[in-house]
T-cell receptor
């Protein structure tokens, strides 16, 4: 029962390098989300995909791009990494949009940018 | 800017006591409220959801919602050391299933 799987779990990058974080869910959920979590700031939404084929910006989208590859997979790309993007990144999914739909989280990717 | 506020803690309670965690939110039209538990270095785990005014109980957990006061709380009865974690309050706002998270309250249950 995998749920939401994120790869990699840890990564160290140098400033200016690019990287793609991968996320896949096996719950047949329609909606998927990318968050970042920084100390003392809680989780902040970067991008989300309400359904396959759609993506929208969240609260902090600058410096990121996303791709909803298919219903299962939602990737997050850093084109030119900056030290301010050092964070823990969580992918989440929910069955569909709607008031009562809880989100289920992956284990996170811990990303350090030097 | 829609906000969700929580006391960062730590909230320290003895084993067996009731832990009371509080959350206030700014968006008056919010309809759905969630409590997540996050152990250090782990991902958030959903423990309670509440949508209507009043209390909702699930085992040792009770969520309380007061929309007029824009206030949601989580009570943990018979607190155990294994309950020591950060508790995140999340509020759904806007037309999509977008959650706004509070920064979390760290709970420490001591034997």
């Amino acid at each position: 029962n995998a749920g939401v799987t994120q790869t990699p779990k840890f990564q160290v990058l140098k400033t200016g390098q690019s990287m793609t974080l991968q996320c896949a869910q096996d719950m047949n959920h329609n909606s998927m989300y990318w968050y970042r979590q920084d100390p003392g700031m809680g989780l902040r939404l970067i991008y989300y995909s309400a359904s396959e084929g759609t993506t929208d910006k969240g609260e902090v989208p600058n410096g990121y791009n996303v791709s909803r590859l298919n219903k299962r997979e939602f990737s997050l790309r850093l084109e030119s990494a900056a030290p301010s993007q050092t964070s823990v990144y969580f992918c989440a999914s929910s069955e569909r949009e709607g008031d009562n739909q809880p989100q289920h989280f992956g284990d996170g990717t811990r990303l350090s940018i030097l | 800017q829609k906000e969700v506020e929580q006391n960062s803690g730590p909230l320290s309670v003895p084993e067996g006591a009731i832990a009371s965690l509080n959350c206030t939110y700014s968006d008056r039209v919010s309809q759905s409220f969630f409590w997540y538990r996050q152990y250090s270095g782990k991902s958030p785990e959903l423990i309670m959801s509440i949508y209507s005014n009043g209390d909702k109980e699930d085992g040792r957990f009770t969520a309380q919602l007061n929309k007029a006061s824009q206030y949601v709380s989580l009570l943990i009865r018979d607190s155990q050391p294994s309950d020591s974690a950060t508790y995140l309050c999340a509020v759904k706002t806007g037309g999509y299933n977008k959650l706004i998270f509070g920064a979390g309250t760290r709970l420490a249950v001591h034997p």
